[in-house]
């Protein structure tokens, strides 16, 4: 019953920055942890970020210092700031909200980098 539609994914350039967002609907958006996984090319999917409803974040390492999660539970939707992108950071980005037995994911949003 969830749904969550990821949007902001461009080509850039190393060093720039984008902002990704994922609209939600369908479900009690301010009482689940929300993630962000990304799967590069011919990669798996991995983790990224996670942001609790306290709202506590974590971050995988590749990614602190540059990457910022943040929700806003008025409007339903969850944010990822990428600064100093890198070509290592090619991949289609995902959201995710997980409680219990919810497992809700997005249709994802691809983020390119190269010079």
């Known amino acids: 019953q969830g749904q969550l539609v990821e949007s902001g994914g461009a080509s850039v350039q190393p060093g720039e920055s984008l902002r990704l967002s994922c609209a939600t609907s369908?479900?009690?958006?301010?009482?689940?942890?929300m993630n962000w996984y990304r799967q590069p090319p011919g990669k798996g999917r991995e983790w990224v970020a996670s942001?609790?409803?306290?709202?506590?974040?974590t971050y995988t390492d590749s990614v602190k210092d540059r990457f910022y999660t943040w929700r806003d539970n008025a409007k339903k939707i969850l944010y990822l700031q990428m600064n100093n992108l890198r070509p290592e950071d090619t991949a289609v980005y995902y959201c995710?909200?997980?409680?219990?037995?919810?497992?809700?994911w997005g249709q994802g949003t691809q983020v390119t980098v190269s010079s």
């Open positions: 995710n909200a997980r409680l219990d037995q919810y497992d809700y």
């Open positions: 369908g479900f009690r958006f301010g009482a689940f942890p």
């Open positions: 942001i609790a409803t306290s709202p506590t974040t």
